[in-house]
């Protein structure tokens, strides 16, 4: 059974730059949820993707945008890219977009030069 | 505002030497409380879910307890294989997609 998988595992881009960030969800499940883990933090909600819809967003700017296919694939796209958006990007897939629990993928790593 | 307060934010233990991790919550209407190990570079690996106070789940030497305002991740006689940072989450009834974490408590067992 497979799990969460994100490509890709590392990125390195210069401020001002576009980038995509990718993952498929666990078998079965539905909804997509991505999140911001900045170094020695917990993981930051930025928004929830269900139905191809953005469902819920946490407090991130429009620079932070989405998408989900009919696969329940989803995307994670930000644009002019800030030093402060080094982070590592999770992606958590569930059944459903309420209270069931959240499956991890294991991340890409964004350094922003 | 919904909050998740993790203590100690570190914590070094003798192998064998049990102890226990404190996750407080200030969540409007909680509707599921998580419990998630993280190693160095990698994602959340899932451990618990708890839905309501007096809830207790076990897994090998860990043990998931819930109160109406904590949650308790007991760690009974701890290998070296146990050392990761330790997440806890929660779902409010308002923020219905959304977890809420707490910044960690980053667990090292010393053989």
């Known amino acids: 059974d497979a799990g969460v998988t994100q490509s890709p595992t590392h990125l390195i881009k210069t401020r001002g730059q576009q980038v995509t960030l990718r993952c498929s969800p666990k078998?079965?499940?539905?909804?997509v949820s991505w999140y911001q883990q900045a170094l020695g933090q917990g993981p930051q909600f930025i928004f929830q993707?269900?139905?191809?819809?953005?469902?819920q967003r946490g407090n991130f700017p429009d620079r932070f945008s989405g998408h989900q296919f009919p696969n329940y694939s989803s995307e994670l796209n930000v644009n002019a890219l800030l030093l402060g958006d080094s982070a590592l990007y999770l992606c958590?897939?569930?059944?459903?977009?309420?209270?069931?629990?959240?499956?991890f993928g294991p991340g890409t790593r964004l350094t922003v030069l | 505002e919904d909050q998740v307060t993790q203590s100690p934010e570190a914590l070094r233990l003798q192998e064998g030497e049990s102890s226990s991790l404190n996750c407080s919550y200030t969540?409007?209407?909680?509707?599921?409380l998580f419990w998630y190990r993280q190693d160095p570079g990698k994602g959340p690996e899932f451990l618990f879910t708890?839905?309501?106070a007096g809830e207790e789940k076990e897994k090998e030497r860990l043990k998931a307890t819930l109160t109406k305002k904590e949650s308790f991740l007991h760690i009974t006689a701890p290998k070296p294989e146990d050392s990761a940072t330790y997440l806890c989450?929660?779902?409010?009834?308002?923020?219905?997609?959304?977890?809420?974490f707490g910044q960690g408590t980053t667990l090292q067992v010393k053989p």
């Open positions: 078998s079965g499940h539905d909804t």
């Open positions: 989450a929660a779902h409010g009834s308002s923020n219905t997609g959304k977890l809420i």
């Open positions: 969540v409007s209407g909680l509707r599921g």
């Open positions: 993707y269900y139905e191809e819809e953005e469902r």
């Open positions: 708890l839905y309501s």
């Open positions: 958590a897939s569930s059944l459903g977009p309420t209270t069931d629990t959240q499956y």
